[in-house]
């Protein structure tokens, strides 16, 4: 119960943000360097080598003509039911039409009828990613995000497997993948 509360507190920090990331200044983390204050605009743009827009197998992505409280609920479920934990919740899509007049033309440009994600975890998972590699905690908890546009429900999850790729943890957070796609393909 206390850890559901914690993990709920910090979700309404991430989520429900009472000033937009663009008005918040980056620190630099440079310890040969005195501390630089960076706004978002100078800020480096360009996507992280990991993380690639034409999805390099990083994002598990599963689209589904079925519309997306079903498949919310379905998937939701088949966790549970199989040992994970789902700890929150948010409503994503939501939470961001409160900054619909402030972003005005950048408001959810691909036209999302829908976004809404489970945030997750297993113990056993989460005790044998940390015994490999406690770096490896970074996913935890794990999550999976559905959105809707149209008549066509997609949903997405990172695979630890490949964020490990190079960690210790790799062959325990393939296991943990292959065992989270396998639940979500047998709820939808």
């Given at each position: 119960?206390?850890?559901?509360?914690?993990?709920?507190?910090?979700?309404?920090?991430?989520?429900?943000?009472?000033?937009?990331?663009?008005?918040?200044?980056?620190?630099?983390?440079?310890?040969?360097?005195?501390?630089?204050?960076l706004h978002l605009a100078e800020?480096?743009?360009?996507?992280?080598?990991?993380?690639?827009?034409?999805?390099?197998?990083?994002?598990?992505?599963?689209?589904?003509?079925k519309p997306l409280s079903i498949?919310?609920?379905?998937?939701?479920?088949?966790?549970?039911?199989?040992?994970?934990?789902?700890?929150?919740?948010?409503?994503?899509?939501?939470?961001?039409?409160?900054?619909?007049?402030?972003?005005?033309?950048?408001?959810?440009?691909?036209?999302?009828?829908?976004?809404?994600?489970?945030?997750?975890?297993n113990a056993w998972f989460a005790?044998?990613?940390?015994?490999?590699?406690?770096?490896?905690?970074?996913?935890?908890?794990?999550?999976?995000?559905?959105?809707?546009?149209?008549?066509?429900?997609?949903?997405?999850?990172?695979?630890?497997?490949?964020?490990?790729?190079?960690?210790?943890?790799?062959?325990?957070?393939?296991?943990?993948?292959?065992?989270?796609?396998?639940?979500?393909?047998?709820?939808?």
């Open positions: 119960m206390a850890m559901r509360l914690g993990v709920l507190l910090l979700a309404s920090v991430l989520f429900v943000p009472a000033v937009t990331l663009a008005e918040i200044p980056l620190v630099s983390t440079e310890s040969s360097q005195p501390r630089k204050i800020a480096r743009t360009s996507m992280p080598s990991a993380v690639k827009t034409n999805n390099d197998g990083m994002v598990y992505v599963k689209k589904r003509r498949l919310y609920k379905s998937i939701f479920t088949a966790l549970e039911h199989n040992g994970y934990f789902v700890l929150i919740e948010p409503n994503i899509g939501k939470s961001l039409s409160h900054f619909a007049q402030r972003w005005g033309r950048d408001y959810n440009k691909n036209k999302l009828e829908e976004i809404r994600s489970m945030v997750f975890c005790n044998k990613v940390s015994n490999a590699d406690p770096h490896m905690l970074a996913l935890c908890p794990l999550h999976i995000t559905l959105t809707q546009k149209g008549k066509m429900t997609t949903i997405v999850f990172v695979r630890p497997g490949k964020v490990a790729a190079e960690s210790p943890a790799r062959s325990v957070a393939e296991e943990l993948e292959k065992d989270v796609i396998r639940i979500i393909e047998n709820a939808v």
